[in-house]
């Protein structure tokens, strides 16, 4: 028998020592991955009719798979290192165009609603002149006003009346950013259902409570976590929500209203620090051994067709065989 080679995997990870990349890279190790964590903007990649090349540092990098980790900043140049790797045959968790859709926000939320799952109403706003019409489409105060990209809480507003709304939507657009309104949802105040999807499955849950006056629920702005035991309706607009975005891997957000469960958003990199403690479940070695279940079925898969193709080969070879002694 020959050797047997060990997959290799790339993390593609800005921060090395962030506590997700960490335990990612520790997990892949112990599945028996070859792992490198790699900046995905020092990365070169060329492009040719044969799948192209990529390389770090003067070298060609090869992988079996890869782990995405891109941040909010480097969306569409980190989506396009993802790309590379697809194109040449790698397994991706997730794929570049589940990042692109899941990190626009209202795109994200014009899919999940077009197949029929719960979001609230929300607005994207293209010019100042629109502004009126959009608010007083929410029509209720306080309301929501964030930005179309944003992550860990930033750039997300709870505005208590029409004179800071149209401030701050001022604000936004001399900066650039195309803001959404959302409306409120006052009896989920200051909390907020995070769900991790993998492969169409969860594997962890908990909720999210904001620090004092503090509405966002975030973990990283300080925000208490929780496990929590999912309803079947929670956990199945999670699955779908993630499904619909085409996210191996999802970090589901939603709000939980009078009427049901709200989706907020489905985050392509979730952080895994606050949802380990709060549950004591292994959300990294869920995550890697979905993945090494993927790189083993695609090897397997591998092994069959080429063996179909030896078998083919060996039957041709008989029948010239047949009729070379017949002739």
Known sequence: MGKVVEPRLVILSRGPG????????????????????????????????????????????????????????????GSGIVRQFERMGAIVHN??????????????TQAMAECGLPVPKTISVASMEDCMQALRTIGI???????????????????????????LLSQMFQRGMRPLIQEYIKESHGRDIRVIVVRGRVVASMIRKARGSEFRSNFHLGGS?????LTKDQENVAIRAAGELGLDVAGVDMLDSASGPLLLEANSSPGL???????????????????????????????????????????????????????
């Open 95 to 108: 794929s570049a165009d589940a990042i692109l859709l899941s990190r626009d926000k209202i795109a994200a």
């Open 225 to 229: 976590v929780e496990g929590i035991q």
């Open 273 to 327: 620090e606050g949802i380990e403690r709060a549950t004591g479940i292994n959300v990294a070695g869920r995550i890697v051994s979905s993945l090494r279940a993927r790189v083993r079925e695609a090897k397997e898969q591998e092994r069959s067709l080429l063996s179909r193709d030896i078998r083919g080969a060996d039957s041709t070879e008989s029948r010239f065989d047949l009729d070379e002694a017949s002739g």
């Open 141 to 167: 105060y306080p309301l929501v006003i964030k930005a179309s990209e944003g992550t860990q809480g930033s750039g997300v507003f709870l505005v208590d009346d029409e004179a800071r709304a149209i401030s």
């Open 18 to 77: 962030l506590y997700s990349t960490m335990r990612l890279k520790e997990e892949a190790q112990r599945y028996g991955f070859i792992t490198r964590v790699i900046d995905p903007m020092s990365i070169t990649t060329a492009v040719d009719d044969d799948g192209g090349r990529i390389y770090h540092q003067g070298w060609p990098i090869q992988a079996d798979a890869v782990i995405p980790r891109i941040g909010f900043s480097i969306t569409r140049p």
